[in-house]
């Protein structure tokens, strides 16, 4: 049973272009969504998250757009990079005991061509 | 660098043996999780412990089991091994603050079960 659905499976973008992840959930007791990126041959590293009561978040060239009522949300590459090539994870939670339990999606591999 | 570290980087083994797994957390961190990250299944969920107490379980097959020590750092133990173990397993490390924490991983363990 899959509760995070994420898409692409892969996506390829020109140097400077914009990359958009999409991911949708069905568990309405996710309280934090959480986007992951990846290298080959590391963990998986915290890229930026969003809480529910926000429809937009940004940092930087990253920006996680959320909607509650379509329990939908996406991460948004603006100008992206060579560099950003990587697998992204999107990810919600729910509290457990002094913590979090993180369910993923299935990752989208991300290239960025020159 | 994440500050959570994790012995062995790699480790090779036959089918039915037991191997055991070991994490750090970062300094501070009272809360370890454990996730397996395999091509078919993705990344999973498999437990969580807080300050030396179980405290979530995940997609954990009854073949592992794991614990966290009084110094805080984590083992994962997995016996009467298959091929379909085969995969990389993460460790990850929160501080829980306020309903608040963010997960950081470890460069993980990639088993081989031979």
């Known amino acids: 049973q899959q509760q995070v659905k994420q898409s692409p499976q892969s996506l390829i973008v020109q140097k400077g272009g914009i990359s958009i992840i999409n991911c949708a959930y069905e568990?309405?007791?996710?309280?934090?969504f959480p986007w992951y990126q990846q290298f080959p041959g590391k963990g998986p590293a915290l890229l930026i998250a969003i809480r529910p009561d926000v429809s937009e978040k940004k940092e930087g060239r990253f920006t996680i757009s959320f909607n509650k009522s379509a329990k939908q949300f996406s991460l948004h590459i603006m100008d992206s990079q060579p560099g950003d090539s990587a697998t992204y994870f999107c990810?919600?939670?729910?509290?457990?005991?002094?913590?979090?339990?993180?369910?993923f999606g299935t990752g989208t591999q991300l290239k960025v061509e020159l | 660098d994440s500050g959570v570290t994790q012995t062995p980087k790699h480790l090779i083994t036959a089918t039915g043996q037991r191997v055991t797994l070991r994490c750090s957390p970062r300094?501070?961190?009272?809360?370890v999780y454990w996730y397996q990250q395999s091509l078919d299944q993705g990344l999973q969920f498999l437990i969580q412990y807080y300050n030396g107490e179980e405290r979530a379980k995940g997609n954990i097959l009854e073949r592992f089991s794991a614990q966290q020590f009084p110094d805080l750092h984590s083992e994962l133990n997995l016996s009467s091994l298959e091929l379909g173990d085969s995969a990389l397993y993460f460790c990850a490390s929160s501080v829980w603050d306020r309903g608040q924490g963010t997960q950081y991983f470890g460069p993980g363990t990639r088993l081989l079960v031979l």
């Open positions: 568990n309405t007791a996710f309280d934090y």
């Open positions: 990810a919600a939670s729910v509290v457990t005991g002094g913590g979090n339990k993180l369910t």
């Open positions: 300094s501070g961190d009272l809360s």
